[in-house]
Nanobody, 126 residues
Framework: QVQLVESGGGLVQAGGSPRLSCAAS????????MGWFRQAPGKGLEFVAA????????YYADSVKGRYTISSDNAKNTVYLQMNSLKPDDTAVYYC???????????????????WGQGTQVTVSS
């Protein structure tokens, strides 16, 4: 089993630049891809960003491309999401996810991720 714990959320002013972190623990020896998703109030789960196991390939949703950056530190089993130029529409619960089975390729599909964190709220005030 793998446990994921997100941190770094909170109340942010529009234009702010917080950084989310996701620390993995447990059976993390396999080199698995990780991703970030979000769910805004009254909306479904939305893909945000993903990174492959080596950190060499990243994917972004069009809505965050150029503003968000996903990165990873495999030595620390941690993935980060640097968010810049936040907008009120970015308000959501942000979830970290990890593919299971040693799948190292990043994916935009939530169904491809086996492990999920509990989520961290990011609220952007205008």
């Amino acid at each position: 089993q793998v446990q994921l714990v997100e941190s770094g959320g909170g109340l942010v002013q529009a234009g702010g630049s917080p950084r989310l972190s996701c620390a993995a623990s447990g059976r993390t020896l396999s080199m698995s891809a990780m991703g970030w998703f979000r769910q805004a109030p009254g909306k479904g789960l939305e893909f945000v960003a993903a990174i492959n196991w080596s950190g060499g390939t990243t994917y972004y949703a069009d809505s965050v491309k150029g503003r968000y950056t996903i990165s990873s530190d495999n030595a620390k089993n941690t993935v980060y999401l640097q968010m810049n130029s936040l907008k009120p529409d970015d308000t959501a619960v942000y979830y970290c996810a990890r593919r299971g089975g040693g799948f190292g390729y990043a994916s935009r599909a939530s169904d491809d991720y086996e492990y999920w964190g509990q989520g961290t709220q990011v609220t952007v005030s205008s």
